[in-house]
């Protein structure tokens, strides 16, 4: 095989969401027990008032103007350039010919769409894409709520195939009332913060946020940083149904399958589970078959979607840098919200920060398309 | 075994091609959709939730069920599928807004909202094929080969696939064009950018 021995690693990552505007920001609330998810009333997005997990935009003009980058950007614009501001400030030497960046979005600038801007979202990247002085050209993905943590796999394996030696892989979306509007026509919004895997879990709760990784073949690149290998990934999809999850979990037990069978390791070898976790009757207790029949249903498991929403395109990828923070601590995140458990199978849902030598990583996410994602990080 | 591309079908200008042969033919200067209810019927795809779909999805599985109804050999159930285009599914984008803005949430429906995804197209070519594979939707600027084979490339490297379908499945109103190819493990076209710039 091309590249049999080739090695793709990562370490940190940057975050903007309800809690926080950098990732620091975001550990310390989530390890004293804070969600983003609080009520609104704003009746651009919604006639009565939600619950959402909507960053603060007073903050987020702040630390845009922390920035050096100057000139006319849209909310998501801005969160993107502060995620990438925060890796670049460790990776800046290598953004050049051998980087690539991959955006993960599902709706981008959506909220001008009524406006009659056309919102294509190649040209939002590459405008981003450029102010960060980015030579090539922007790739986005938009493989819906999989889009964050696929992204992750599609830069490792343009790295392994030698297009690039090193990208950057930053997602983001926005709280529109083009998809609240929507998920409350799927009936599928929770009129409270949602609950993941519990038994009285009825529906999604929608947030915004945005993130980014670095991505390489170069481990020295990340010096003193906990460095972690994607040893392994996969995305199949279900086969089954346009907005419903397949009920055998077929897809994303096809994708965690995969993943495992690339790293060569055993199902019980992974410490713990960074889940997809919606809290949607129908996706937890897909996951739930999918996990049980891989035999990980020990494996200690969360979701962050109590803390964050669903970020859709943001989700994958900022649940995964927050889980890998908390790896490199050696503790495992608390999946909020979740008191009686609401599966028909059973699952090790972890509540609390726990502590546990942590060497394996696994993130799973689930979307509309039949999409399924898994990607395994091992600690080096 | 080289890695070709071995068979492709375009859609454009009111045409359908199949391998470089026209199949089917629009009459007269139809719009998009017409055009390719016409191509539906005529090709006799007999597949009723087409009926359903936004214009990306109509397009994307006339083009594959071009490709895959004709196809020879049983299919391989683990055939990725790479698709991109430009406009993502702008159309449907368009009518749910405007669903919203005349009739605030009341006026969302769940039938056109689920569409609001690009990547939709690639979960109603997986069901009707019943293909459990590796699925990816990209959105660039234009046709992009030189991405394209990289990536696939990839996908056969890491061992994810042994065949693609791969292509750009673009719909804006009435500018559309749609190119599927294979990628396999057999004799065919040399799959280079080139190639695929001649191709599509």
Redesign the interface.
């Known amino acids: 095989m091309e590249n049999g021995n080739l090695h793709i690693y990562t370490a940190g990552g940057a975050c903007v969401t309800s809690l926080g505007m950098n990732l620091e920001e975001n550990i310390a609330n989530i390890k004293a027990g804070k969600s983003g998810i609080h009520k609104h009333e704003d009746k651009n997005l919604s006639a009565e008032a939600f619950y959402g997990a909507i960053i603060n935009k007073e903050k987020l003009e702040k630390a845009f103007n922390l920035t050096v980058y100057k000139g006319i950007f849209t909310t998501l614009e801005k969160m993107f350039l502060i995620a990438l501001k925060d890796v670049l400030n460790d990776y800046q030497a290598y953004v050049n010919e051998d980087c690539g960046i991959i955006f993960s979005m599902t709706k981008g600038n959506i909220d001008d769409l009524s406006s009659d801007s056309p919102n294509y979202l190649h040209d939002l990247a590459q405008k981003v894409s450029r102010t960060i002085g980015m030579k090539n050209e922007a790739i986005v993905l938009s493989n819906a709520c999989v889009s964050g943590i696929m992204a992750v796999s599609v830069a490792k394996r343009l790295i392994h195939t030698g297009l690039y030696k090193h990208c950057l892989v930053v997602g983001g979306d926005i709280f529109s009332r083009f998809v609240f509007s929507g998920f409350q026509s799927f009936q599928a919004v929770s009129n409270e913060p949602c609950k993941p895997y519990d038994k009285d879990r009825d529906g999604i709760t929608l947030g915004e946020a945005a993130a980014a990784i670095f991505v390489s073949k170069d481990k020295s690149v990340f010096g003193t940083k906990t460095v972690y290998e994607i040893v392994g990934e996969g995305s199949i999809n279900d086969a089954n149904h346009i907005s419903g999850p397949s009920r055998t979990g077929e897809g994303l037990f096809q994708s965690v399958k995969s993943a495992i069978d690339e790293a060569g390791i055993e199902a019980k070898e992974i410490d713990c589970i960074s889940s997809h976790g919606t809290a949607t009757m129908y996706n937890d207790e897909m996951e739930a078959q999918a996990f049980n029949r891989i035999d990980l249903q020990d494996i200690p498991v969360f979701s962050l979607k109590a803390c964050y929403g669903h970020t859709l395109g943001a989700a994958g990828l900022l649940e995964a840098v927050v889980s890998l923070r908390f790896a490199d601590e050696n503790l495992i995140p608390p999946s909020f919200n979740y008191k009686e458990h609401g599966l028909t199978l059973p699952l090790n849902i972890n509540t609390e920060v726990q502590k546990k030598d942590i060497n394996y990583v696994l993130k799973t996410a689930s979307g509309f398309g039949g999409s399924n994602t898994a990607v395994i990080f091992k600690k080096v | 075994m080289e890695y070709n591309i071995t068979n492709y079908c375009n859609i454009k200008d009111n045409k359908i091609f199949h391998n470089g042969q026209e199949i089917y033919r629009n009459k007269g200067e139809l719009p998009f959709l017409d055009f390719i209810k016409g191509a539906y019927k005529e090709l006799e795809i007999a597949y009723p939730k087409f009926y359903k779909m936004d214009s990306l999805s109509k397009l994307s599985l006339i083009a594959s069920s071009v490709l895959l109804d004709n196809y020879k050999e049983e299919l391989d159930e683990k055939m990725a599928?790479v698709l991109s285009n430009?406009?993502?599914c702008?159309d449907i984008?368009?009518i749910?807004?405007t669903n919203?803005?005349e009739d605030?949430?009341a006026?969302?429906?769940?039938a056109n909202?689920?569409?609001?995804?690009?990547?939709?197209?690639?979960?109603?070519i997986?069901?009707k094929?019943?293909?459990?594979?590796?699925?990816?939707?990209?959105?660039?600027?234009s046709f992009?080969p030189n991405?394209l084979i990289?990536?696939s490339?990839?996908?056969i490297?890491?061992?994810?696939c042994n065949s693609l379908l791969v292509g750009w499945v673009e719909v804006n109103e009435e500018a559309y064009n749609g190119f599927l190819f294979m990628i396999e493990p057999k004799p065919g076209m040399e799959l280079t950018e080139k190639k695929l710039l001649e191709l599509i």
């Open positions: 599928i430009r406009s993502g702008i984008d368009r749910h807004q919203i803005d605030g949430i006026g969302a429906r769940p909202f689920v569409y609001t995804l690009p990547n939709i197209s690639l979960g109603e997986s069901i094929y019943q293909l459990r594979s590796e699925n990816s939707f990209f959105i660039f600027d992009n991405f990289a990536y490339k990839s996908l490297n890491l061992k994810k």
